[in-house]
């Protein structure tokens, strides 16, 4: 069974920086992505950065240079440091995983999910 909790979100000035964990349970697999996401009130789910089990990153355009997703595998916590935040990053933070390591940014391909924590911009 899948679980994924999130922790580290909070309120930081413009310019500041987070960083979000989550410790996942039931996520070994030879081929699977762990991602986050975000999610403002009123608008879709969007991508914010996903990695596999090989360790390739992706970052949605937004977040590029300014937002790094690791993984510790003995730790089984997936990381993602948020630097130089910007007020329209604040969000609700979803951590999500998936089987498979195709299309890692778009949220309808993944069916476990968090339960998000908040991150806060103010400028």
């Known amino acids: 069974q899948v679980q994924l909790v999130e922790s580290g979100g909070g309120s930081v000035q413009s310019g500041g920086s987070l960083r979000l964990s989550c410790t996942a349970s039931g996520t070994k697999s030879a081929n699977s992505c762990l991602g986050w996401f975000r999610q403002v009130p009123g608008k879709s789910r969007e991508g914010v950065a996903a990695?596999?089990?090989?360790?390739?990153?992706t970052y949605a355009d937004s977040v590029k240079g300014r937002f790094f997703i690791s993984l510790d595998n003995a730790k089984n916590t997936l990381y993602l440091q948020m630097n130089g935040l910007k007020p329209e990053d604040t969000a609700m933070y979803y951590c999500?995983?998936?089987?498979?390591?195709?299309?890692?940014?778009?949220?309808?391909?993944?069916?476990?999910w968090g339960q998000g924590t908040q991150v806060t911009v103010s400028s």
């Open positions: 990695i596999d089990v090989l360790g390739q990153a």
């Open positions: 999500a995983f998936k089987y498979g390591s195709w299309f890692p940014l778009r949220p309808n391909e993944y069916n476990h």
